[in-house]
């Protein structure tokens, strides 16, 4: 006896499967590579381009915003399929290959030149130079917490009240909440369990959190 499913597919599945499907036939990724920019496995990629799975919303606003898709097109068959004739990465944003996920950071390590074949992580809205790590500690707790992915921008100045990744004299990274008095400049903890201190020529910034992405167990 055959135990495949032959039942059809909920309304809808099969149309936005195909959609996505074009998405990376348009952008020449093969499903690995997509699957991979988007954070889902191969597999699951393959049941949604065949109808046979419904992608969630939150994939569907990644997939949105990580290759500019317009929303119209995508739901309701729109005549357009990108907001703008400009591909994600010819306008600053977030290249189709994500960013590098560190899990270790050093004085060269958030070089373009050296992440290429690093791990990667595809996240909306973010701009292409940036790189994530994952927190550990409660040095910025309530702010970012043990286990969040941290967004850096290594490009963006420091500024008063901004947080940044900073790298010290044991050459070990740590986040602190810059701060200026008298006009010098300290580091803080948003857990107030911990002190202040202020840089000495070891201290180098180096970069400014971007943003702040955290798993919820629901």
Not at 163 to 179: A, D, N
């Amino acid at each position: 006896m055959n135990s495949r499913d032959t039942s059809p597919a909920p309304a809808g599945i099969s149309h936005i499967g195909e959609k996505i499907k074009q998405v990376r036939k348009t952008n020449k990724l093969t499903q690995k590579s997509f699957a991979s920019s988007l954070g889902i496995a191969q597999g699951f990629l393959c049941a949604i381009e065949k109808g046979r799975k419904k992608p969630s919303t939150t994939l569907l606003i990644a997939l949105q915003h990580t290759y500019n898709v317009d929303s119209q097109w995508l739901y309701d068959g729109g005549e357009t399929a990108y907001n703008h004739p400009l591909l994600p990465g010819d306008r600053g944003e977030t290249p189709l290959t994500g960013i590098p996920l560190l899990h270790s950071v050093n004085s060269g390590e958030h070089d373009a030149d050296t992440r290429a074949n690093m791990e990667r992580i595809a996240l909306p809205g973010l701009e292409k130079n940036c790189f994530a790590i994952i927190y550990s500690g409660d040095f910025m707790s309530p702010t970012i917490r043990d286990g969040d992915i941290v967004i850096i921008n290594p490009d963006e100045e420091p500024a008063q009240g901004r947080i940044v990744l900073i790298i010290g004299k044991w050459e070990e990274p740590f986040l602190r909440r810059q701060r200026s008095k008298g006009g010098e400049t300290y580091y803080t903890a948003d857990n107030t369990a911990y002190a202040p201190f202020k840089p000495d020529e070891s201290t180098r910034v180096i970069g400014v959190v971007a943003s702040v992405w955290r798993k919820i167990n629901i």
